[in-house]
């Protein structure tokens, strides 16, 4: 893989992230504009979404070590419960990711599907951020709702949908605020995606041969910087703004890839 492609697949990869238009869609898409080999592209993917968990890591450090030293100093505390909350609620992406595995990497990344995804998903999204009610924070949350904003997470397997957008729509539909539902799924984002990361790497080395170690270290780094400032713009946009422009975006995008597919500008596979 060529090293300024790695660095743009990082760039795409911090950018749409943690912003509910699906990371794995626009990594798809690039592949296919640039004509480059998907081959090594679900491998690839994960292994440099470990730059998004760095950002996550530094941006929440101080939250996540008062989460760590809760677990022990008050375990029946609600930073405790958060800490377990966000253990459980990984559980089903885990179960899903192992058997589901083949056509995460294969089937499900036709961009036929990937079109479909982000403008059906764009449409509830949009329906979801006008209807919830929003009067909800964290210190309310619970193993039920941890539960179902992972079983939401594991509708990211398919690209297009967006691991970020179907958990804070989901967040959303159990009544809570827009930045306490993107803070939940940022940190719910650390495990699943740390996790897949560094599953997916030896397979990620072997299919890039000779260009690894450069390819996934630009490509890791570049994620990393723009995943943090991604991050930091999304706290702060959602704290006054809805996501119905990121649902607009989302079936913009996803008729543009309908029309580039007939017209055979890209191609599905």
């Known amino acids: 893989m060529a090293l300024w492609f790695a660095a743009l697949l990082g760039l795409v990869q911090g ?3 943690f912003i509910p238009v699906s990371s794995n869609a626009h990594l798809r898409m690039t592949y ?3 004509r480059q080999s998907d081959e090594t592209g679900a491998p690839y993917t994960a292994v440099i979404q470990l730059g998004s968990t760095i950002a996550v890591l530094a941006y929440f450090g101080k939250d996540l070590l008062a989460l760590a030293q809760a677990v022990f100093k008050d375990p029946g505390g609600h930073d405790a419960r958060l800490v377990w909350m966000i253990g459980l609620g990984t559980v089903p992406i885990v179960i899903l990711g192992v058997l589901l595995k083949s056509y995460v990497e294969d ?3 036709s961009l036929y599907i990937v079109a479909s995804a982000l403008i059906g998903v764009g449409l509830v999204m949009a329906y979801i951020d006008q ?8 210190t309310t949350l619970t193993y039920r709702d941890a539960i179902l904003i992972g079983l939401a997470q594991t509708l990211a397997l398919c690209p297009g949908v967006s691991r970020s957008g179907a958990t804070i ?4 539909l159990l009544g809570f605020a827009r930045s306490d539902a993107a803070r939940f799924s940022f940190l719910l984002s650390i495990p699943a995606v740390a996790g897949a990361g560094i599953f997916e790497a030896r397979t990620a080395v072997h299919k890039l041969g000779d260009d690894a170690l450069p390819a996934i270290a630009i ?16 706290i702060k946009w959602l704290g006054s703004h809805q996501l119905v422009g990121f649902a607009i975006y ?3 995008i996803g008729i543009a890839v309908f029309a580039s597919l007939a017209a055979g500008w890209i191609e599905a596979s």
Do not use: H
Not at 131 to 138: C, G, I, Q, V
Not at 169 to 172: E, G, P, S, V
Not at 223 to 234: K, P, V
């Open 107 to 109: 089937d499900l990344r």
């Open 169 to 172: 729509c989901m967040a959303l």
């Open 219 to 234: 490509g890791i780094l570049v994620a990393a910087i723009t995943s943090y400032f991604a991050i930091a713009w999304l």
């Open 15 to 17: 950018l749409t992230e």
């Open 250 to 252: 989302r079936v913009v």
């Open 131 to 138: 209807t919830a009610s929003t009067e909800r924070d964290l």
């Open 32 to 34: 296919a504009l640039f």
